[in-house]
Nanobody
């Protein structure tokens, strides 16, 4: 079993910054990708940023230059530094880990989500 826990969401004014954290734990043999997705009310969940074990990154066009994803491999933790936040960044942010587990093979594991609200 793999547990994915996000933290760091909250309320911030436009132009402000937040840093999200996501830690994966459990029966993990190796992690291939860790990434952040978001879902705003009435919209589909979308990729925000992802980071592979090899260091390759992928960002949504809407966040390029403002958000930075990074990872601490020793802690199985991924971070999302969000700068110059806009009201349209308001959403529930979810962390997804693609991992090979000891018992169940490779799978996608999601966290419970953390709310980010950008408002004055």
């Amino acid at each position: 079993q793999v547990q994915v826990v996000e933290s760091g969401g909250g309320l911030v004014q436009p132009g402000g910054s937040l840093r999200l954290s996501c830690a994966a734990s459990g029966s993990i043999f190796s992690i291939y990708v860790m990434g952040w997705y978001r879902q705003a009310p009435g919209k589909q969940r979308e990729l925000v940023a992802a980071l592979t074990s090899g260091g390759n990154t992928n960002y949504a066009d809407s966040v390029k230059g403002r958000f930075t994803i990074s990872r601490d491999n020793a802690k199985n933790t991924v971070y999302l530094q969000m700068n110059s936040l806009k009201p349209e960044d308001t959403a529930v942010y979810y962390c997804k880990t693609v991992a090979h587990t000891v018992v169940a093979g490779t799978g996608d594991f999601w966290g419970q989500g953390t709310q980010v609200t950008v408002s004055s």
